[in-house]
């Protein structure tokens, strides 16, 4: 079987703009024809091997960008959007939604925002019948999705922001002074710092200048919520120049937003882009010696590993989750492939809800999704307790994997033989959208195929998928 043509024609022209040339100017530089560049834009054509090497000589261009730009993620969006059952009978074939995913994502992005507002409009008249003559029922985006989404479609990585906290770490030389580090951007803004016995993690007093942190969190929440605050103060217009470009739909959700971007701030200051790839490299991925290392969580540290795309010097692409006991997903990041279900919960083949039944344990898994690529996870228990006598304990799980082609860069690979077909188990994505013909755990039929019922015969399913 020959090589996957590349067709990036959305990607390509969105790279010319970027530049500021014209076709004319483009095509000139790359050494190609005018018409040819014109039919690569409109997807006409595959990109060129030529213009491939062209991209990455004459501009510095990531070419690795072309093949994992939004197509893929735009894809598995809309295939979980047409799987809702007031779409189930339309749904068309997965070829025409990979088309309009390269050759008119804005238009695939408005069809999900459209799809977005109906679920959420749906949910709450199904709930609140009286809000049906209030201001707010207007059917918008919910502010927690419009912000999944910018982190999303960023591949979780915001280049200034990440620069910016890098460059604020840069004259510590020990992580654990981190915090010595924070305290005096503080003071020098003439905001002083108190450890109390509090419920709140966070709180800051504008008007008395006063930062009080929780003496129950952990060492490295603490030093989290100091760079925290550091991030709302001393890169203010940094966050709001991002806000802007992001142009927001809603007040909720700009501010939602900034929280998370302070938050960025927060995790790039204490896991220094560089240093913290160089360490991350050189230790395999060893999630507890790094978080040793910089004095950080297990949490912190994976969730920070699936932020490594920079430009030019990109670590393994990772995805992250975490998942509560309930199996609902509460926090989601893919640089991979693997994209998680927007509605409902987690696949309960993902060994991310074992976690729960072995706190402290990591647990591996080889899994293998229905288009076929091949991961290997890694899941583990997170809880965060209340920091006194009868106070609720918050249990979670987090999920850290990559596509098993870089199972070698990982100390949490050894002994798995992923040489091994047999070795992966089956997972998906949403049952409603999965291909699985006989899986044992389905909870809903899949939508796109029909069913065969046998009343005088049950097997494992009270049906089958024909």
Same mark, same amino acid.
């Given at each position: 079987? %020959?090589a996957?043509?590349?067709?990036?024609?959305a990607?390509?022209? @969105?790279? !010319?703009?970027?530049?500021?040339l014209t &076709?004319?100017?483009?095509?000139?530089k790359?050494?190609?024809?005018?018409?040819y560049?014109? =039919?690569?834009?409109?997807?006409?054509?595959?990109?060129?091997?030529a213009?491939?090497?062209?991209?990455? &000589?004459?501009f510095?261009f990531d070419?690795?960008e072309l093949?994992t730009?939004?197509?893929? !993620?735009?894809?598995?969006?809309?295939?979980? #959007?047409?799987a809702?059952p007031?779409?189930a009978?339309?749904?068309?074939?997965?070829?025409?939604?990979?088309?309009?995913?390269?050759?008119?994502?804005?238009?695939?992005?408005?069809?999900? &925002?459209?799809h977005?507002?109906?679920?959420?409009?749906h949910?709450r008249?199904?709930?609140?019948?009286e809000?049906?003559?209030?201001d707010?029922?207007r059917?918008?985006p919910s502010?927690?999705?419009?912000v999944?989404?910018?982190?999303?479609?960023?591949?979780?990585y915001?280049?200034?922001?990440?620069r910016?906290a890098e460059r604020? *770490?840069?004259?510590?030389?020990?992580e654990?002074n981190m915090?010595?580090?924070a305290?005096?951007?503080?003071g020098n803004?003439?905001?002083?710092? =108190?450890?109390?016995?509090?419920e709140a993690?966070?709180l800051?007093?504008?008007?008395?200048?006063?930062?009080?942190? /929780?003496?129950r969190?952990?060492? @490295?929440?603490?030093?989290f =919520?100091?760079?925290?605050?550091?991030?709302?103060?001393d =890169?203010?217009?940094?966050?709001? *120049?991002t806000?802007?470009?992001?142009r $927001?739909? /809603?007040e909720?959700?700009r501010?939602?937003?900034?929280?998370?971007?302070?938050?960025?701030?927060a995790?790039? *200051?204490m896991?220094?882009?560089?240093?913290?790839?160089?360490a991350?490299?050189?230790e395999?991925?060893d999630? @507890?010696?790094?978080a040793m290392r910089?004095?950080?969580?297990v949490e912190?540290?994976?969730h920070?590993?699936?932020?490594?795309q920079?430009? %030019?010097?990109k670590?393994?692409p990772?995805?992250?989750?975490r998942?509560?006991q309930?199996g609902?997903?509460?926090?989601?990041h893919?640089?991979?492939r693997? &994209? $998680?279900?927007?509605?409902?919960?987690?696949c309960?083949l993902?060994n991310v809800?074992?976690?729960?039944e072995?706190?402290?344990r990591?647990?591996r898994?080889?899994?293998?999704?229905?288009?076929?690529?091949?991961?290997i996870?890694?899941?583990?228990?997170?809880?965060?307790?209340?920091? !006194?006598w009868g *106070?609720?304990?918050?249990?979670?799980?987090?999920?850290?994997?990559?596509?098993? #082609?870089?199972?070698?860069?990982?100390?949490f690979?050894?002994?798995?033989?992923?040489?091994?077909p047999r070795?992966?188990?089956?997972?998906?994505?949403?049952?409603?959208?999965?291909?699985?013909?006989?899986c044992?755990q389905r909870s809903?039929?899949?939508l796109?195929?029909r069913?065969?019922?046998?009343?005088?015969a049950?097997?494992t399913?009270?049906? @089958?998928?024909?």
């Amino acid at each position: 079987m %020959g090589a996957r043509k590349l067709y990036a024609g959305a990607k390509l022209r @969105e790279t !010319r703009q970027k530049l500021g040339l014209t &076709q004319k100017e483009f095509s000139a530089k790359l050494g190609i024809s005018l018409p040819y560049l014109n =039919q690569m834009e409109n997807n006409n054509r595959p990109v060129s091997t030529a213009v491939v090497l062209n991209l990455a &000589q004459e501009f510095g261009f990531d070419v690795t960008e072309l093949a994992t730009g939004d197509s893929e !993620r735009l894809v598995s969006d809309m295939r979980e #959007a047409m799987a809702d059952p007031v779409l189930a009978d339309a749904m068309p074939p997965l070829a025409d939604l990979r088309l309009t995913a390269s050759n008119a994502p804005a238009l695939a992005r408005a069809f999900l &925002q459209l799809h977005r507002a109906y679920r959420q409009t749906h949910e709450r008249l199904a709930s609140l019948d009286e809000a049906l003559g209030r201001d707010d029922a207007r059917a918008t985006p919910s502010p927690w999705d419009e912000v999944r989404d910018f982190f999303h479609y960023c591949d979780n990585y915001i280049d200034a922001v990440d620069r910016a906290a890098e460059r604020f *770490a840069a004259p510590v030389r020990h992580e654990e002074n981190m915090r010595v580090r924070a305290v005096s951007a503080l003071g020098n803004r003439g905001v002083t710092v =108190q450890f109390r016995d509090m419920e709140a993690l966070r709180l800051y007093d504008p008007a008395q200048r006063e930062l009080a942190l /929780s003496l129950r969190a952990a060492p @490295e929440t603490q030093t989290f =919520q100091l760079l925290l605050q550091v991030a709302l103060l001393d =890169q203010d217009k940094l966050l709001e *120049a991002t806000l802007d470009l992001a142009r $927001f739909q /809603s007040e909720a959700a700009r501010s939602i937003a900034k929280i998370g971007l302070a938050n960025y701030f927060a995790g790039a *200051a204490m896991m220094p882009y560089t240093r913290f790839l160089e360490a991350a490299e050189a230790e395999r991925h060893d999630l @507890e010696i790094l978080a040793m290392r910089f004095g950080a969580s297990v949490e912190q540290v994976a969730h920070r590993l699936s932020t490594l795309q920079r430009p %030019g010097a990109k670590g393994v692409p990772f995805y992250f989750v975490r998942v509560d006991q309930a199996g609902t997903i509460t926090k989601r990041h893919s640089a991979t492939r693997l &994209q $998680f279900a927007r509605y409902g919960g987690a696949c309960p083949l993902w060994n991310v809800h074992q976690a729960f039944e072995m706190p402290g344990r990591f647990l591996r898994q080889l899994c293998e999704t229905p288009d076929g690529v091949r991961y290997i996870n890694l899941a583990r228990d997170v809880s965060k307790p209340g920091g !006194r006598w009868g *106070a609720p304990v918050r249990r979670y799980a987090i999920a850290l994997g990559c596509e098993v #082609a870089h199972a070698g860069k990982l100390v949490f690979a050894d002994g798995l033989d992923i040489t091994n077909p047999r070795a992966f188990e089956p997972i998906g994505i949403s049952c409603r959208i999965c291909e699985r013909e006989r899986c044992h755990q389905r909870s809903v039929p899949p939508l796109e195929r029909r069913l065969s019922i046998d009343v005088n015969a049950r097997g494992t399913l009270p049906y @089958e998928v024909s």
